[in-house]
């Protein structure tokens, strides 16, 4: 039994205080999201959780006493329980779909009175679990391929199920999970195949006519066949690349043909083409508010596009914008810095793992905030898609504080037993 001297000093304390900093800016954030002349963020601590800064308050104080538990629980439940707690976890992402409630058109939430929460947010820990589990155990080795592929279909499970959901946006979050395959050895022409794909995508969506790609692949096809024709093994290589990048690209044109209208604005708005008025509205007024906190911002609760409402979900997928606004380019420089800084201790924290599992977790956790933060700015400033992905720790949302707070004291315990055999 540990003493408390030896368990608190095996706690990464500069973690959690990043984590406390970030939590008590967004909630700062938050209020100043929907301020209103005497809207006072005392009164709405306890008794009005009809504000947006009561409901999170609650959620701050709850995540807090469940990250409190976490690191006084063994980091070896989590490493035998992995498994049954993901296995818990899909039956309910697949319930939801059926008795879930509704909530922006999409029935993905479990709601019990005033109580509500989103289980695709859950999901990304839960995976984390699993895969850190099937990776570090005796004899897999993730450049065999029966061994690739149950690592994909422990990630694309929960993935499919959230997509079928209706949430794209969360969906899309599982992909960085390759990150974490890469570190454990994946080969690197799954990191070429990727760049392909991602390149064959935009070019088909910024050709104006899909003949024009065709007759490009079938030209340098010819070429390189001609140039190698005395080897014609790499010709059929070469030919059939051609004819796989041709079928994508119309696939991808297919589909983009049949995704929603809205799904349709927000690749136009971020591939730069015209769309109908309003219909990029959040990015543009984005861009306006964040630009016009120049150096120093306009100071704490004075922020004119925050005030009026120009930014639409500026408290949750656009807060970055409140923040730009109202505390400038330093402010924003400080959010960032924290971001990175917490980042960048938790790859050295990974790394230093003795035991495998808690090495491919930390790196769970590292790949999944590195891609919030990553996106969720880059919506903000009209560099990346909108698919509606949460800050972590500032946006708002009881959901993804409680998932993010989940993810990293885990994270946290099991790095305080690093030097324990955790199996």
């Known amino acids: 039994m540990r003493n408390n001297e030896k368990f608190t000093g095996n706690i990464d304390w500069l973690s959690v205080l990043i984590y406390l900093a970030l939590v008590l800016i967004g909630w700062a954030a938050i209020y100043s999201a929907v301020y209103t002349e005497g809207l006072s963020p005392f009164n709405t601590v306890g ?62 939430w479990i709601r019990i009175g005033s109580f509500q929460m989103q289980p695709s947010e859950l999901a990304k820990f839960t995976t984390s679990l699993a895969l850190a589990k099937y990776l570090s155990t005796l004899n897999i080795d993730i450049r065999k391929w029966k061994d690739k592929w149950k690592a994909f279909a422990i990630i694309g499970l929960p993935m499919i199920i959230v997509m079928v959901q209706g949430d794209a946006g969360s969906a899309i979050v599982f992909v960085v999970f390759a990150l974490v395959l890469f570190r454990e050895g994946l080969e690197s022409y799954f990191l070429i195949i990727g760049g392909s794909v991602i390149f064959l995508s935009v070019i088909a969506l910024v050709t104006p006519k899909l003949w024009y790609l065709w007759v490009v692949f079938l030209a340098v096809a ?44 927000r690749i136009n708005v971020l591939l730069g083409r015209e769309v109908e008025k309003g219909k990029d509205w959040n990015i543009r007024q984005s861009i306006i508010a964040i630009g016009s906190g120049g150096a120093i911002g306009k100071g704490y609760l004075q922020g004119t596009q925050t005030k009026l409402k120009f930014v639409p979900e500026q408290s949750t997928d656009f807060i970055f914008s409140s923040i730009g606004e109202e505390f400038g380019f330093a402010g924003s420089f400080l959010i960032i810095g924290l971001f990175v800084g917490l980042l960048m201790r938790l790859m050295y924290l990974a790394e230093r793992q003795r035991s495998k599992y808690s ?32 800050l972590p720790f500032i946006s708002y949302g009881g959901s993804s504080l409680l998932a993010f707070t989940l993810l990293l004291f885990v994270f946290l315990r099991l790095d305080s037993q690093r030097l324990e055999v955790l199996r």
Do not use: E
């Open 47 to 108: 008794r009005d959780t009809t504000v947006n800064t009561g409901k999170q308050f609650q959620w701050i104080v709850a995540s807090l006493i469940i990250g409190a538990i976490i690191l006084i629980i063994d980091g070896k439940f989590f490493v035998t329980f992995s498994y049954a707690i993901y296995g818990i976890f899909i039956p309910l992402l697949i319930g939801v779909m059926f008795f879930g409630a509704i909530s922006h058109g999409q029935r993905n």
């Open 222 to 265: 010819g070429i390189l066949s001609y140039l190698n024709f005395k080897n014609r093994q790499l010709v059929y290589i070469i030919t059939g690349i051609a004819l796989v990048a041709s079928v994508y690209v119309t696939g991808v044109n297919f589909i983009f043909g049949h995704l929603k209208s809205h799904q349709k604005d």
């Open 359 to 390: 090495r491919v977790y930390g790196y769970c956790v590292v790949s999944i905030l590195f891609f919030h933060f990553l996106i969720n700015i880059g919506m903000a400033i009209g560099v990346a898609p909108v698919i509606g992905i949460p």
